[in-house]
């Protein structure tokens, strides 16, 4: 199957959807000549209908007046890249001869041991035919091979004297951190890159699909199909289906050496959950400290296999913390890291 035409398809995919309410047409009500009924004036010699807003002809036949309600707008969607087709950049081939477009070069950090994987830039354009929709662009960037787990939050967590986060007795260590909400990701991003000057942060949402597809245009990364034992959901067929989150690394990579894209935790981004798109950009990454949506990638350990699909996206506030989400981080690439000219910066939106 070309193109992720799963996009908005099961049970829960409702909250993609425009929500729209289709209009209620007149309904017709059959007024009662009564005498209780008349003596609580909802029928009589004037006829007047059980519904204040609806009135009564000669026939006893109530006819609704109540305006008709409008469809409310659609819900903003980012362009569907399962429908395109990804144009690598020149820049994208990794330099000194490191890897290749199949094998991205990693990079790890010291404090904590985290390993980031190189993702390619490139822009992903509209089939022939398909109209004139402008491309989608995307600079490279070094994307965490793994959800940050709890071995990496907790030392975090005590250098700065916070509150650990709960892990609802399924164990700490390499299971990915939950209850953190966009604020615990960002502060753990601006202390990682203290010691080195990294910088790091949350990925934009369509950074991560990018990512997650890693040039697959097929719902999920390995197919069509969910398949068993392939990711941790509810349906997956996995040990941890339903039940819990499972250690980061249990299942097979992507094609760039990503693991967990696709179930285990839904993974906070930087995206605000509705942008104007007028000025909307793949990667404006929106900082500002406020409660706003912020979208989430990726189904959890406890949704179904239809919001494990590359395209699935939802929202939460940015301060809600639940056992459901997690993140893992960008690294921003600098000059040194590639080829002249090619090292452009993500625009980040600050208060």
Not at 119 to 124: A, D, H, L
Not at 253 to 277: F, H, K, Q
């Amino acid at each position: 199957m070309i193109g992720d035409t799963h996009r908005d398809s099961g049970a829960l995919a409702h909250r993609e959807r425009s929500r729209a309410t289709t209009p209620k047409a007149p309904s017709l009500v059959r007024c009662s000549h009564s005498p209780w009924i008349a003596l609580l004036g909802l029928c009589g010699s004037a006829v007047v209908a059980a519904d204040p807003e609806e009135t009564c002809g000669a026939d006893l036949t109530c006819e609704a007046t109540r305006p008709a309600l409008t469809a409310r707008p659609p819900i903003w969607q980012p362009p569907d890249l399962g429908a395109r087709v990804f144009r690598p950049q020149a820049e994208a081939v990794p330099m000194s001869g490191q890897g290749s477009m199949s094998t991205p070069p990693t990079w790890q950090e010291s404090t904590t041991g985290m390993r980031f994987v190189r993702i390619p830039g490139g822009c992903y354009e509209s089939p022939e035919g398909a109209g004139a929709e402008p491309p989608v662009c995307l600079q490279p960037f070094d994307l965490g091979v793994y959800e940050v787990t709890f071995d990496d939050y907790d030392r975090f967590a005590r250098e700065t004297a916070r509150e650990l986060p709960d892990d609802m007795g399924w164990g700490r260590g390499q299971r990915p951190v939950i209850n953190v909400n966009v604020y615990d990701a960002t502060n753990f991003a601006r202390w990682l890159g203290r010691p080195s000057g990294q910088r790091f942060r949350l990925p934009t949402e369509m950074e991560w699909e990018h990512a997650a597809r890693a040039g697959a245009r097929t719902p999920y990364p390995w197919g069509d199909e969910v398949g068993t034992n392939r990711a941790n959901c509810d349906g997956c067929g996995s040990p941890w289906d339903g039940v819990s989150t499972a250690p980061v690394g249990s299942f097979a990579p992507n094609a760039w050496g990503l693991y967990d894209m696709a179930g285990n935790v839904a993974e906070w981004t930087c995206s605000i959950r509705a942008p104007n798109p007028e000025t909307w950009s793949a990667q404006v990454c929106d900082g500002r400290y406020d409660s706003r949506r912020r979208v989430l990638r990726n189904g959890a350990w406890s949704d179904s296999p239809s919001r494990l699909i590359a395209g699935w996206r939802d929202w939460n506030a940015a301060v809600r913390r639940t056992e459901e989400m997690g993140f893992r981080l960008v690294r921003e690439l600098g000059p040194g890291d590639l080829a002249a000219g090619s090292g452009v910066e993500p625009k980040v939106t600050r208060r």
